[in-house]
């Protein structure tokens, strides 16, 4: 039962962050990643702490162990794992950075065998295989692509996705030891915006940072911080209830998701071609193989 349960809160994080993505892409339009990233890190700390106080009993906050690990998940997972997304989303479109940070599983299934000796079978090369192709379609540039694009941008996506997988791992590591996730959440949340408040106070103590001059981008990007922040709790309760290779490769059918409704909604910002469906297929299938025959 608890797997099911597991099976279905991981589908709803796909759910939430395909709609996060593209409420992302609509409100970038004006406001600059970095400045949608502290944000949605400001909003969602203040919304997890709100969360705390009202749900998560007082003797959690005597685990230290885990509240130390918590925090150092928080130095890169949300702060460069969101960061990186954000920028893939802004300098790539929805659609294509999509499929790329969705190579999370594939990254956290392969971290899995090294450092926790799981023996995948041989067809998890096939998936490999497959995961290549889509990578090299999703590459080539198109001549109705109205996102204009560098390949040097892919690496923002690839390496949220390669973090992300490290951040799964340690996060059931974590759970094991303070099985509580909002409060897991909490934590995280604080030791990135800590970061985060540091970095603009250097970069930006000079510079007068006009949060409210695009009120309309705001509000999506309010929206697309408090889903943001709600799906880090249905992932770390997913992983409470599941195992890394159960959960974390259900996080695969966030881009089929993502070129639904980037169809829909996005077709000022970006259009979804043939081969980009393609190649998110192709990611996909890949993803799913090499996480089956891992398992």
Sequence with gaps: ?????????????????????????????????????YLSVVIGTVFLWILTFIFVPQSYFLNYKAIIMFAGIGCFAPTLVRTWTYYGIHKLGAGRAAPLRALTPFFAIIMAIFFLKEAPR?????????????????????DSDLTHWKKTYLFYPVAAAVLAGCAANLRKYGLNLMPQPIFASTIAASSSLL????????????????????????????????????GEIVDLSALLYGKVSLVVPIFAVTPLMIVFFSRIFLKNHEIVTTRLVLASILIILGISFAIINAL
């Design 195 to 230: 970061i985060l408040t540091v970095y603009v106070f250097l970069k930006y103590k000079k510079e007068n940072i006009l949060f409210f001059k695009h009120k309309n981008e705001l509000k999506l990007l309010f929206i697309a911080a408090l889903l943001t922040t709600i």
């Design 1 to 37: 039962m608890s797997s099911i349960f597991a099976i279905v809160l991981a589908f709803l994080m796909a759910l939430i962050t395909a709609s996060s993505n593209v409420i992302l892409k609509k409100g970038f339009s004006k406001v600059e990643p970095f400045i949608a990233v």
């Design 122 to 142: 041989p067809g998890i090369f096939f998936g490999i295989l497959l995961i290549v192709s889509g990578v090299v379609l999703l590459s080539k540039k198109e």
